[in-house]
């Protein structure tokens, strides 16, 4: 069965790739959508990681035939009252690298001792336009007071997993999956299909 992955980011494609390996394929053939560079990317609208996600996997769906999949995930920070949220890609401006993103979610934490967030995925799952459902899962941390380590994307570097003793920046790939946000909300899917 083929299914389709609608991501514009690498970091997220890579580790969906690396899921699917784990899973053994589980007699899905995953696939990029094809021409998704030349498709104008929908506005993110959405309240929620789920409402996003389901309004990406419902427009990208509409250019394929396959089933398709697409992903909303970000941090929530409690002392921030949950920002950057679903803002997460966009926190320090439309355009914002990673780095400034990160930048400044440590400059609106400096000096506070609370520091427990979690990072949080929704999975949409559609086929032409229509929505077949929505797999979510989190998983908790702490964020640290400067970056450590160069695995991942984000804000990897930032996020510190207690039961590993470190950050995800510093955690390899394949150990990440087991305990992520987006490894667990994959499963769930992977489970559905
Ligand atoms: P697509 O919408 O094309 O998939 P995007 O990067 O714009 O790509 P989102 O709107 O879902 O996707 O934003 C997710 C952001 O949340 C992402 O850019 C990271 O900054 C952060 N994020 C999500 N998952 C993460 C992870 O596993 N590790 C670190 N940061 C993560």
């Not at 699917?20 to 094809?34: H, N, T």
């Amino acid at each position: 069965m083929i299914v389709r992955c609608a991501t514009t980011n690498p970091g997220k494609l890579r580790e969906f790739r690396l899921i699917f390996e784990a899973y053994g394929g589980g007699g899905i053939d995953l696939r990029p959508l094809e021409g998704l560079a030349a498709i104008a990317a929908p506005e993110e609208t959405g309240a929620t990681f789920a409402a996003n996600a389901a309004l990406k996997a419902c427009y990208y769906s509409a250019f394929t035939e396959d089933l398709l999949f697409a992903d909303d995930s970000g941090l929530e920070v409690e002392a921030l009252r949950g920002a950057p949220g679903v803002y997460s890609a966009r926190y320090a401006g439309p355009a914002a690298t990673d780095a400034e993103n990160n930048a400044k979610v440590l400059a609106a934490l400096a000096g506070s001792q609370e520091r427990a967030a979690r990072f949080v995925c929704s999975i949409a799952l559609a086929r032409g336009g229509k929505l077949l459902g929505t797999f979510t899962d989190a998983v908790e941390g702490w964020m640290t007071e400067e970056a450590r380590g160069s695995f991942g994307f984000g804000y990897d570097p930032l996020f510190y997993y207690e039961p590993f003793g470190g950050t995800f920046g510093e955690t390899a790939p394949e150990r990440k999956l087991l305990v992520s946000h987006r490894g667990k909300a994959l499963a769930r899917l992977i489970r559905e299909l």
